[in-house]
């Protein structure tokens, strides 16, 4: 089993940034190497849980991003495979972007799906005044 913490929430006003990690502890060499496919999601008031960006590893070396529309050119993942530590920098950020944050690791299918995902953190709020 895999443990994702996240942290580095908070609430910001429109235009401003925030910076989100995600740890993972556990069992993150298993024999589906979980943490090669990890992907920040949201989650608004009366809204589903949307993917927002994911990102495709292997042996340190970075085989793809993806992006949600609304937020290309803003935001952008990565990770320290050393810390085994995945990021989102948010800049630019709108009220819209509003909501919990959530990391997964483990994926199976669309990078952007919540239904393919394995493992799942608590979540982190993000709040953007206008």
């Known amino acids: 089993r895999v443990f994702l913490v996240e942290s580095g929430g908070g609430q910001v006003q429109a235009g401003g940034s925030l910076r989100l990690s995600c740890a993972a502890s556990g069992d993150t060499a298993g024999p589906f190497y979980p943490l090669n496919c990890m992907a920040w999601f949201r989650e608004s008031p009366g809204k589903q849980r949307e993917g927002v960006a994911a990102?495709?590893?292997?042996?340190?070396?970075?085989?793809?991003?993806t992006y949600a529309d609304s937020v290309k050119g803003r935001f952008r993942i990565s990770k320290d495979a050393d810390k085994n530590t995945l990021y989102l920098q948010m800049d630019s950020l709108k009220p819209e972007d509003t909501g919990m944050y959530y990391c997964?690791?483990?994926?199976?299918?669309?990078?952007?799906?919540?239904?393919?995902?394995?493992?799942w953190g608590q979540g982190t709020q993000v709040t953007v005044s206008s």
């Open positions: 990102l495709d590893t292997a042996g340190g070396v970075i085989r793809g991003e």
């Open positions: 997964a690791s483990e994926c199976r299918g669309n990078r952007l799906s919540r239904y393919e995902y394995s493992y």
